[in-house]
């Protein structure tokens, strides 16, 4: 079936430090791909998104590169800061011409990210 | 320009007793969704709408759970009666045009406990 899968966290980095947060998924066709963001006690942001192999998706200094060959959507930033604690979602969603609908966001199960100063 | 608009943020209830959601979307947008966010199965999409129209609630998990939205301003999910292993945080999030290529804005979300 589709799918994702996310690096288990927690990951904890000093600040300024380079993050990469793996992910991978399974899916039939083309799908389009996401990073969403949760801050503590809020709910989900996009991030970033990729809709066909080789875009990259780039915001606030976070970057993903859509990656076919791998089935790969990692997430990086050069050096992060306090305020990037969060919990990142890779999530995908499939074309209506491959068995997906307009809400089907399938998500991974979340990595926490902890930067300590 | 609010967001999508979520209360209770914060609901304990007993077991058996019945829990009703309710949700605001961004004004102007045509799909709302719900989902439901759990430690054990993550995020879960329950039931979306199209123009106040149920599209797909396979998600939805019993009869139990039931969604409705009655005009394009707000809608609800209402479980009846609850059980403790309802016990989630539910997001509502709304968007234009669907998700394949537009962005879902979700709202602050439910803190359910049941006990």
């Known amino acids: 079936g589709n799918s994702v899968t996310q690096m288990e966290g927690p990951v904890t980095l000093s600040e300024e430090a380079f993050l990469t947060i793996n992910c991978t998924y399974t899916a039939t066709g083309y799908p389009s791909l996401f990073w969403y963001v949760q801050y503590p006690g809020e709910g989900l942001q996009l991030l970033l998104k990729a809709t066909k192999a080789d875009d990259k998706g780039s915001n606030k200094g976070f970057e993903a590169t859509y990656r076919k060959e791998t089935t790969s959507f990692h997430l990086e930033k050069g050096s992060v800061q306090v305020s990037d604690s969060a919990v990142y979602f890779c999530?995908?969603?499939?074309?209506?011409?491959?068995?997906?609908?307009?809400?089907?966001?399938?998500f991974g199960k979340g990595t926490k990210l902890s930067v300590k100063p | 320009d609010a967001g999508v608009i979520q209360s209770p943020r914060h609901e304990v209830t007993e077991m058996g007793q019945e829990v009703t959601l309710r949700c605001k979307p961004i004004?102007?947008?045509?799909?709302l969704f719900w989902y439901r966010q759990t430690m054990m199965r993550g995020l879960e999409l329950l039931i979306y709408f199209n123009n106040n129209v149920p599209i797909d609630d396979s998600g939805m998990p019993e009869d139990r759970f039931s969604a409705k939205m009655p005009n394009a301003s707000f809608s609800t999910l209402k479980i009846q009666p609850s059980e403790p292993r309802d016990s989630a945080v539910y997001f509502c999030?709304?968007?234009?045009?669907?998700?394949?290529?537009?962005?879902?804005?979700f709202g602050e979300g439910s803190w359910l406990t049941v006990v």
């Open positions: 999030a709304s968007s234009w045009g669907g998700i394949s290529g537009n962005t879902i804005y």
């Open positions: 999530a995908l969603t499939l074309g209506r011409s491959y068995g997906g609908s307009q809400g089907n966001l399938i």
């Open positions: 004004s102007g947008h045509d799909y």
